[in-house]
């Protein structure tokens, strides 16, 4: 498969999976990293929080991400949801599938 088919099949797949309102990996990721964090926090489990957070970079390292800065970007995620809320923002085009002006 050439470049330019294996684009547009990329395109088409995210387009159908946009219209079914599909979430991938990341959002996934990004939603389960938020509630394990979050519930962390609230149950004053700090020790599993640090074994979690050192596993993670440990990994991240290993790919060859720079250990200190996998430690910053970690502690500032836990920072950010520390202070409550959801971190996200809304998937305006998920909910106005046919622009803000029209509603579902």
């Excluded at 970079?57 to 409550?84: H, I, P, W």
Aim: aromatic share 8%; with cysteine.
């Amino acid at each position: 498969m050439n470049l330019k088919a294996a684009r547009q099949r990329q395109k088409a797949l995210r387009d159908t999976n946009r219209r079914a309102k599909r979430p991938d990996r990341d959002d996934v990721a990004r939603v389960a990293l938020f509630w394990l964090i979050r519930r962390a926090i609230e149950k004053g489990q700090q020790m599993e929080l640090e074994k979690f957070q050192n596993k993670i970079v440990s990994m991240l390292a290993d790919q060859g991400f720079d250990e200190r800065e996998c430690d910053v970007v970690f502690d500032d995620l836990v920072a950010k949801y520390r202070t409550g809320g959801s971190p996200f923002r809304r998937k305006i085009h998920l909910i106005y599938p046919d622009g803000p002006d029209h509603e579902i």
